[in-house]
C-alpha cells in the first residue's frame, strides 16, 4: 500500500511503461491520502486503486498520463478542491465515486473504457460539486450493461456546472444517468 504524506508526487517515465500493480490487496485500496498528490506518467492497477479524502483542507488532485488498468473499482474521492486529469485513461476500470464538497471535476482529452455491468464513474447521492463538472474532449466507451456518468439531480451546484464539452459516447450502454440526461 502507498499512504500519500503532506509532499507526495508519483512519477513515472510514462503509463506505457511504468506500473504500480496490487498483487494482494483484495478489497483495500492500494493508494491512500488525505493531501494533495501530484501524478504523472504512471499507470495503475489495483482491486480497489484509491482512496483519496482530503476532509477539512484545502486539497488538489492533478495528474497527467496517469492509466487505470484492469481496476474494478478506481475508488473514492472525495473533498478535494479540484479533481483535474489531463491525457489520463480508464482501461477495463470502472467505479470511480466523488463525494463530499469538491470545487471542480475536470477531465481533457481523456480516454474512458468501462467494466461488465458497471459504471465508470458517478457523483455520490452525497457529494456535491460547487463549480463543475467538466469533461473536455473525451471518450467514454460504455457496452450494454455499462453506464458511463451516473450523475445525480442536485449534485452540482448549478446545472450550468455541468459541461460536456467535445465528448463522444459509444458502446450501447447507458451514457447519461442522473440529471440533464436530455
Do not use: H
Not at 478489497?27 to 499507470?43: A, D, E, K, N, Q
Not at 476500470?93 to 471542480?104: E, K, M, Q, R, W
Amino acid at each position: 500500500r502507498l499512504v500519500g504524506g503532506v509532499n507526495s508526487v508519483i512519477i513515472g517515465g510514462s503509463s506505457e511503461n511504468c506500473r504500480i500493480k496490487s498483487t494482494g490487496l483484495t478489497g483495500t485500496p492500494l493508494i491512500s491520502s488525505s493531501y494533495s498528490i501530484p501524478m504523472r506518467g504512471i499507470t495503475i492497477e489495483a482491486d480497489v486503486a484509491l482512496r483519496l479524502d482530503a476532509s477539512g483542507s484545502n486539497e488538489a488532485i492533478d495528474w497527467f498520463g496517469v492509466n487505470f488498468t484492469n481496476c474494478p473499482t478506481v475508488g473514492l474521492i472525495k473533498n478535494y478542491s479540484n479533481v483535474i486529469m489531463t491525457d489520463c485513461a480508464f482501461l477495463e476500470s470502472a467505479n470511480c465515486t466523488f463525494d463530499g464538497t469538491i470545487g471542480t471535476v475536470g477531465f481533457f482529452t481523456c480516454l474512458f473504457n468501462g467494466r461488465s455491468g458497471q459504471t465508470i464513474m458517478s457523483v455520490s447521492p452525497t457529494g456535491s460539486i460547487t463549480r463543475r463538472f467538466r469533461p473536455v474532449y473525451s471518450s467514454f466507451i460504455a457496452l450494454s450493461g455499462e453506464t458511463a456518468l451516473n450523475v445525480p439531480t442536485g449534485s452540482i451546484a448549478n446545472a450550468e456546472g455541468y459541461i460536456l464539452d467535445t465528448c463522444n459516447f459509444s458502446g450501447g450502454g447507458t451514457y447519461l444517468s442522473g440529471s440533464n440526461t436530455g
